[in-house]
């Protein structure tokens, strides 16, 4: 009898301020098995490496005998893909900032590791497997509990001399008035046009707190006037920022992701209004689409990564 071979894989972590997600996955971007367990954001860096390399063991005790020849990470933070540290984090990763992601990765798992922002391994997904594969360029917006962004230029995020790029959330909205962000700073993007910032509009305008947007979106498609107008407030905002955006950058096209984008028909109906009240004439046919690759993308991504590293 011939031997059955399977194919190679590398490994995928996707680290989020609520969930942890660890993939295999082919060359070709076939995910063969996958484990998502909630992340211990405030238990500490020790706590979320350790639940991260747990997840990554499992999976290879489970793929009987493949080898796994790599590791790649995208993270919630600022992420230095030089050397996989992370510069900075919000609270929902408690002492997440100054931790060496890849280096703490590598000693437990003994595999070569390559780590990169959760958004621009998004982006990465999508422009190798999903809505953007085969195009040039790149313009993902990320938009749910904040608001991130990336562009991809031939296979690659631009991740700036910081790390930093893809703050599209902190970008001023002339939609977000005077609000405070979660950053310190006012008006905003994320202030009006996040998850939690639409539920707050909604709590502002009718004295009536709700527990987070999905509350608004039912009350929106029961028929409430002024949820409607939230969530079009919504989608007005966001799209104004990616006309904005493809005003500065000219990508070929332009993905739009996260949670927020669940929103329905209408949310989405006022994004691209919005974005061609924005855009120059001659980007007017510049495409925007809704992500394809869904939770997988950020997996997906960065996995490509990986594969990178074993060429």
Known sequence: MSEVRTPPVVAALDIGGTKTAAALVTRQGEVVDRITVPTPGRAGATAIIDTAADLVARLRARAMGTRVSALGVGSAGVIDHRTGRVLSATDALAGWAGTDLSGRLRALLDLPVTAINDVHAHALGEARHGAAAGHQTLLLIAVGTGIGASFVVDGSALTGAHSAAGHAGHQPS??????????????????????????????????????????????????????????????????????????????????????????GDAWWQALRDAVRRETLPVLDDVPVLASTLGSDAPLLGAAALAWEGTA
């Open 174 to 263: 002339p939609y977000a008035g005077r609000l405070r962000c979660t950053c310190g700073g006012q008006g905003h993007l994320e202030a009006i046009a996040s998850g939690p910032g639409l539920a707050e509009e909604y709590a502002r305008r009718t004295g009536q707190p709700v527990g987070d947007l999905r509350a608004v979106a039912v009350r929106a498609a029961d028929g409430d006037p002024i949820a409607r107008e939230v969530v079009l407030l919504g989608g007005a905002a966001v799209g104004s920022a990616v006309g904005g955006l493809v005003n500065m950058l000219d990508p070929a096209v332009v993905v739009i992701g996260g949670g927020v984008a669940g929103l």
